[in-house]
């Protein structure tokens, strides 16, 4: 079906009439001033029945854009888009602008200009116009306007430019009142909230291409806040494919005054309950979490000694004794609450933003999220192995405000036990705010509750029974042994999120990230090697620092990079197409494994290297031999290579250039300028 839609398409296309639109470029003033904005028309006279696009089609066509040719300094604002008109489509509803539309654009010019001078820019402007077919049409314009001390409106054209004005929409009054939201019981449906209308709107016209206008299928209800829209997503274009989902709206409410909706972004639903049986387990999965911190060996070891502590404060009097206990749960407790109450607040923001948070793997779709928890769990696991330690010297539980005597002591010393905690809950804290993160509030916070409590109940229990503290195993190499063991998960952890980071910056894109895991672990070796206490002063400066530049460096490289949309697959049909058409092709054959390969992408394509190339029009494309390709062996037999990095330039009509091995960006000026 697709493909019959796509052909039938394709024959309406050739055998269609070709009407042409009259373009006219209007500039309202006859001179302008130094650095004074002003504006310019573009004007669409269109055949009868034929019209153009909104800046959202609502389908697959393309509104008018202008590439603007300005002298330095000089600076062109956005098209300034009327308000068009909703048409039925093919696939539903299109905005369309009939007759003769008048686009708007601010141009500023230097403000280096001198009265007597000429201010000359130029532009090529495109646009579609559809019947039962649609054509591309373009034009070129060139405008010289005489530069004076005071900007000179054209009289002439001040009818024209007034009717432009009134079709554009107004600004909203009231644009930070402005809200959206999701709800998860129709995940489908964006709720649209607008101050200060008085009289609901006939239609809303999305700007973007995943939202059907108010009038396909959404509905409107006012409320003492304004007007609420109902909008609902579009999921598929008109051959099926998916349509990229996003979390803003915006567009414009048409009405007796018609107002521009400024991008807004769609908050997420609000986390909903889970019913008991479900609760149950997360809260005792929790409590199972936090009672295993105290097996850590910067835990363990301090369990009978903060209890001696409690028997040597109360003396023999049990019930102070099980006060001091309590008093140390709730230190625990409170450090709980601090711990949960910050993830709340990044939770709540986060969902304010838009980033539904359906749990921790939700969270996985974020490269930075994802790589911050690798490096994460990466150096925690680090430390669990024992490359180097972190928070050594406050494994007695201890400092000034824990020696306190009395219970302020006590609750003190349950706050730095959960400080001391928190480097070993990595293998733990993962599965607790996977759990709770979905939660509301009236059940996340109990969640980390039973955690702090599953932390707190060694304590609680032999404060109770202090004869107890006799029955618990001796510490010894056990412990470490058992810290080594949890470093494993750690590793199993960062391993996984490394498969997920490569598929979301994709593979070719990974190597910088692992050679940054190696100099993050180098970094931490050196720490732990040489930056101990019975080192020298100058050592330790000297490790830190250099631990420091390798700690940076390896995070530089692991962080997610922009990526680029340069590079196009190769194919030899291609290369032809684009040179019978007067282009020039730049090919890359590479792979994965070339490691030569992937130090040229990093040093030889800079911003000036790449701004050449685009000023001479060639297109780069990129002939992938990761996995074996028998028709890019052949190519490269032909131009006689047989490894890899090879770089070939290809001019029409002449021979291909053959870069050598190892790029440098003074070669690639010197070969791109040989394009003429």
């Known amino acids: 079906m697709r493909f019959l839609i796509a052909l039938l398409a394709t024959a309406t296309f050739l055998h269609a009439e070709k009407p042409a639109s009259v373009s006219s470029q209007i500039p309202e003033v006859t001179a302008v001033a130094p650095g004074e904005p002003f504006t310019i028309a573009l004007k669409l006279d269109h055949p009868e029945k034929w019209h153009s696009y909104y ?20 600076k062109a604002g956005p098209i300034q888009w009327p308000v068009p008109e909703v048409k039925d489509g093919f696939n539903g509803k299109s905005f369309v602008y009939n007759g003769s539309p008048v686009f708007l654009i601010e141009i500023t ?30 034009a070129d314009f060139s405008i010289n306007l005489p530069v004076a001390a005071t900007e000179a409106t054209d009289a002439g054209s001040t009818d024209l430019f007034r009717a432009a004005r009134l079709k554009i929409p107004k600004a909203h009054p009231s644009p930070t009142g402005i809200s959206a939201g999701a709800t998860k019981s129709s995940p489908g449906v964006i709720m649209l909230q607008i101050p200060e209308m008085d009289a609901p709107p006939a239609e809303f016209i999305p700007n973007e291409p ?69 609760l149950l387990p997360i809260l005792g999965g929790m409590f199972l979490g936090g009672l295993i911190l105290n097996l850590m060996p910067c835990v363990f070891p301090v369990i009978g000694l903060k209890i001696m502590g409690f028997v040597q404060q109360a003396g023999e009097n049990r019930r102070s004794i099980a006060l001091h206990g309590v008093t140390f749960a709730l230190g625990v407790l409170a450090s709980f609450a601090a711990l949960s109450g910050i993830l709340f607040a990044i939770r709540t923001a986060a969902l304010k933003n838009g980033t539904e948070l359906k749990g921790w793997g939700y969270q996985l779709q974020d490269p930075w999220v994802v790589v911050i928890l690798l490096l994460l769990m990466f150096i925690l696991g680090l430390n669990m192995f024992g490359l180097f330690e972190i928070g050594a010297s406050a494994t007695s539980v201890g400092g000034k405000l824990q020696s306190k005597t009395g219970h302020t002591g006590s609750f003190f010393s349950g706050v730095l036990a959960t400080v001391v905690a928190t480097p070993c809950s990595a293998p733990f804290l993962g599965v607790a705010i996977g759990a709770a993160m979905a ?16 932390l707190a109940m060694p304590y609680l229990t032999l404060s109770l029974a202090p004869h107890l503290v006799e029955k618990l195993p001796r510490p010894g190499a056990w412990m470490e042994s058992f810290k080594q063991a949890m470093s494993f998960l750690l590793f199993a952890s960062a391993a996984g999120l490394l498969w997920v980071y490569s598929g979301l910056i994709g593979q070719e894109y990974l190597l910088p990230p692992l050679l940054g895991l190696c100099l993050i672990a180098a970094g931490a070796w050196i720490y732990g090697r040489w930056y101990l206490p019975h080192k020298t002063r100058r050592v330790r400066a000297t490790a830190l620092i250099i631990t420091a530049a390798f700690a940076i460096s390896g995070t530089v490289m692991a962080l997610p990079k922009e990526k680029d949309d340069l590079w196009q697959p190769w194919s030899e049909e291609t290369v032809e197409n684009l040179l019978s058409e007067g282009s020039p092709v730049y090919i890359d054959f590479t792979a994965q494994w070339c490691y030569t ?43 006689g290579r047989s490894a890899i990095p090879v ?13 050598p091995e190892v790029l440098t960006p003074g070669y690639l000026k010197e070969l791109f300028g040989k394009v003429p």
């Open 439 to 454: 939660l509301p509030a009236y059940q996340f916070f109990p969640a980390f509750g039973a955690m702090a409590m599953g």
């Open 109 to 138: 010019p230097p403000a280096s200009l001198s009265p007597g001078e000429t201010f000359t820019f130029s532009a090529a402007a495109k646009w579609q116009i559809c019947e039962t077919s649609c054509i591309g049409e373009s």
């Open 55 to 74: 800046l959202n089609s609502g389908g697959v066509e393309l509104p008018p854009s202008i590439e603007w040719k300005l002298p330095t300094g000089a």
């Open 597 to 639: 390969c992937q130090i040229n992408k990093k040093v030889a394509y800079t911003d000036e290297v790449l701004a050449l190339a685009k000023e001479k029009g060639i297109v780069f494309l990129k002939a992938d031999k990761t996995a074996a390709n028998p028709a890019i062996e052949a190519k490269l037999q032909e131009l």
């Open 210 to 278: 995943y939202l059907n206008p108010l009038s396909d299928g959404g509905s409107i209800v006012a409320n003492k806040n304004g007007i609420q829209i109902t909008l609902k997503r579009k999921l598929t274009d008109m051959l099926d494919d998916p349509i990229p989902q996003g979390n803003t709206v915006s567009g414009i409410v048409v009405g007796s005054s018609s107002y521009m909706i400024p991008e807004t972004r769609i908050s997420a639903p609000p986390a909903e309950a889970v019913p008991f049986s479900k």
């Open 647 to 659: 770089n070939v330039l290809l001019i029409p009509d002449e021979e291909p250039i053959i870069a």
